[in-house]
């Protein structure tokens, strides 16, 4: 019952459900007050929990904890709880919803049975004061009790389908990156799409909504879209566009004024507008940039840049003005506090800059495509300038002597952009093997700390395999051996594997960044560019 509320204090009622072929029990919280809590640190208290198993090898029950567990042992039958026991707190006698299978006769065949655990949350995001239910909802006729009964129709075939995509995705990984890069996609894939919920839009269309997990609570981040981005990029560009268009909405509806992009729009599951305290702004113009530009590489049309031009030119302009020396702001990893002339934020930017002149090629303004790309050229070269410190490029524009990972220059090779000289992604991968601590490469010089999503999107930029395999090793074994025995971080302690903080976060995507780029250079391959 404690799945259906968010205090254990809080009454709880439960039912049987009608699905034919199946025994069908849900337990949901008495007072359903539907999208009316939000935060990180909080449970969902609306809609109904289900447990499903198809008859007649099993039965289900409510029944007090104890009671179900206890009846099992002894080989008898679970009775049911008295209906005229509820409401009642979930934390009275714990009422749980319990399935008890009969397996037959085992001998050597294997013997196998399943069972399907469901919640029908009623609604599930509520998009600038309109409510709106989840995508397997969409259409009004739609019921939990039809849900579960397709479900149950099609098991046998969505069961071979999803062992059928585990092969795929677990060949590829270890092409393209070894067993370790093969064990951190498994690891993340499950993670990274679980961090969202999707649902129809108020026009029907697919809305992709993150949540920032063990973190504030925001839904819909850019900076943790743009992260996670690549895993659906590879998979299902669609989704990524369900990630972007509540961004869109927000500037194009007029409800968001100013002249760059929102970091967000609310706080989960509320997403009536930006909540986090402080703007972004050339960080979420750049993501914003780069990400339509990677939808049209992913697509091989500029279709969905074409229907937010108007957007797209806004930031593009402002990253015109405003991004190659950027002010003092907070980027992506704003845990690291503020930074003025931030080296690998203004790659955004440049990248950014270029990814505009793309799509405006892809739509003929070939005008505006050489204007863009000119400048983006222009500014790659003074930054070059700008960033160079000995072996190695510097944090910042004005403080020598330090260095951080410039993740952001992998969609220049992605994009073949090709606005930074390669020897630029050589030099940094060199001088990085020469900073790496047991648990990987920390983000920059200022702390020992890092983000491993960031680490393989360094090295996706690594030319040799070796290279690669080396920068990843570390992740792995945080991964692996890290003591903070949790859903995967993607921000931990690179001396000793600890997490600092965040967890079971979307942008483990990122993981998929390796996976990404080798596809898209098979595709160009084939297209003989």
Known sequence: AEWAVNKPEQQVEWSRANVPGSCVVKI???????????????????????????EPFARCVVAADKVARGSFARGEPSPSEDDRDMP???????????????????????????????YDDLYSVEYFQQ????WWRRDPSMTAESMLAMAEKDYASLR????????????AARRSGGDMYQRLCALAYRQAVAAHKLVAGPDGQPLFFSKENFSNGSIGTVDVTYPSAPLFLRYNPVLVKGMLEPIFYFSESGKWKKPFAAHDVGTYPLANGQTYPEDMPVEECGNMLILTAAIAQAEGNADYAKRHWESLTTWAGYLKREGFDPA??????????????????????????????????????????????????????????????????????????????KYNLVWDHLLKLDLFPRELARQEIAYYLTKQNPFGLP????KTYTKSDWIVWTATMAESPADFQALLAPVYRFANEGPSRIPLSDWHETTNGKSVGFRARSVVGGYFMKLLADRWADDSRAAGN
Not at 33 to 54: F, H, M, Q
Not at 160 to 171: G, K, N, P, V, Y
């Open 28 to 54: 949901g919280s008495r007072d359903q007050r539907i999208l009316a809590t939000k935060g990180d640190d909080v449970r969902i208290d609306w809609g109904y929990l289900y447990l499903s198993v198809p």
């Open 88 to 118: 009642r707190p979930a934390n009275d006698r714990w009422p749980v919803l319990s399935a008890r299978f009969d397996l037959g006769k085992v001998t050597a065949q294997a013997v196998a049975r399943h069972l399907t655990v469901a």
């Open 131 to 134: 409510k709106l239910r989840a």
């Open 160 to 171: 071979a389908r999803c062992d059928t995509f585990d092969r795929e995705l677990s060949e």
């Open 328 to 405: 003092n702001q907070l980027c992506t990893d704003d845990f690291a506090g503020h930074l003025a002339h931030n080296a690998n934020l203004s790659i955004k930017a440049i990248v950014g800059l270029g990814c505009y002149g793309r799509l405006a090629h892809s739509q003929g303004q070939l005008q505006v495509a050489d204007e863009y790309l000119k400048l983006a050229r222009s500014l790659a070269g003074k930054w070059m300038e700008a960033a160079r410190d000995g072996d190695h490029t510097s944090l910042t524009f004005d403080r020598k002597g330090t260095w951080s990972q």
């Open 443 to 446: 983000l920059d010089s200022r």
